[in-house]
């Protein structure tokens, strides 16, 4: 049986020789160029079927006396750490005093409501997960940044749960070869992963259309 217990190669033994979030990245587009996830978990939904995905999973994954999580569809300005010149287009933050980190501050949300922020283009299930790991696992520790061993192990975790054990096992494969691969990385790497994942999922899309054509 598929499981993410064998998940646990200890992080000092991986040598973070590029940016983390890149191979995070990379192991994700790899994950869907490779169609490992359903159509449902990477195609686009509106605005208010993120927003209730994004509460449901949030409402069953949260720490035990966490307020719900504010979901806010932005028209940009998220690439406040862009992964080598890759934009992000979602964004989990806690509410904090001070605004976030570029200190745009935050509407009107009181400190310590946790917030998913998205542009139109990062209205999708997967998203929402990538997220909700970030706002789980690694946010309330600023020394332990995002997309280390912990987000992965989570992350794997909630693929388990929302996609499936197969899912998981999957991501965590393409995660692992993108680590092992690690230095030879570069932001070209990423894009063109990024681009043949696109250029998938625009397939994936299309021919989705003409079925529903053929359909009616
Ligand atoms: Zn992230």
């Not at 590029?18 to 869907?32: E, F, R």
């Not at 501050?105 to 790991?133: F, K, Q």
Request: hydrophobic share 40%; aromatic share 6%; with cysteine.
């Amino acid at each position: 049986m598929a499981s993410t217990d064998d998940f646990d190669a200890p992080e000092e033994t991986v040598k973070w020789l590029v940016d983390p979030g890149l191979v995070v990245s990379l192991a994700t587009w790899d994950a869907i160029a490779a169609e490992v996830f359903p159509q449902e978990m990477v195609g686009e939904l509106s605005a208010a079927e993120w927003a209730d995905y994004g509460h449901e999973v949030w409402e069953s994954e949260k720490p035990d006396g966490c307020p719900a999580v504010t979901m806010e569809v932005v028209d940009a300005g998220l690439d406040r750490a862009p992964v080598s010149g890759a934009d992000s287009c979602a964004q989990a933050d806690w509410v904090s005093e001070e605004g976030d980190l570029l200190q745009a501050p935050y509407s009107e949300l009181p400190p310590g409501t946790p917030l998913i922020r998205a542009t139109p283009e990062g209205l999708n299930r997967l998203d929402v997960l990538h997220e909700v790991t970030h706002l789980t696992c690694d946010l309330r520790a600023p020394e332990a940044p995002g997309h280390r061993w912990a987000f992965a192990q989570n992350f794997a975790r909630l693929l388990e749960t929302w996609v499936s054990p197969e899912a998981a096992v999957a991501w965590k494969m393409h995660f692992e070869r993108r680590v092992l691969a690690a230095p030879r990385h570069t932001c070209e790497s990423l894009l063109a992963a990024r681009a043949e994942g696109e250029r998938l999922l625009r397939e994936r899309d299309e021919s989705g259309r003409k079925r529903d054509q053929s359909a009616q």
